[in-house]
């Protein structure tokens, strides 16, 4: 089974940019559509972003859009969450996510989750 390791996150002001990585441990990535979900503290887990197995469709959850973008490198095994004008309502743990469906939002369809990368937005 796949394994993946997300990274990129950090401290950062808002309004800023920040990229986040999701490294796959096998080339069996372009055989999954990938997904990005988050966890704000003391709140429950929420989908972000998704893109099919081949980068030619994304979804985005209502307060990311416009300003984060997903995309996918499979020859590197990488998907990306390009994340621009942060905002202190952004701070949260981000997962990167692996689902065997042409492209979802909801966790329960997502079989494989990194360890999450924590992005702290200050104000």
């Known amino acids: 089974q796949v394994q993946l390791e997300e990274t990129g996150g950090g401290l950062v002001q808002a309004g800023a940019s920040l990229r986040l990585s999701c490294t796959a441990s096998?080339?069996?990535?372009?055989?999954?559509?990938m997904g990005w979900f988050r966890q704000p503290p003391g709140k429950e887990r929420e989908f972000v972003a998704a893109?099919?197995?081949?980068?030619?469709?994304?979804t985005y959850g209502d307060s990311v859009k416009g300003r984060f973008t997903i995309s996918r490198d499979n020859l590197r095994n990488i998907v990306f969450l390009q994340m621009d004008n942060l905002k202190s309502e952004d701070t949260a743990v981000y997962y990167c996510?692996?689902?065997?469906?042409?492209?979802?939002?909801?966790?329960?369809?997502?079989?494989?989750w990194g360890r999450g990368t924590q992005v702290t937005v200050s104000t």
């Open positions: 096998s080339r069996t990535m372009s055989t999954y559509a």
């Open positions: 996510a692996a689902t065997g469906k042409t492209i979802s939002a909801p966790m329960r369809d997502y079989d494989v």
């Open positions: 893109v099919t197995r081949i980068g030619t469709m994304t």
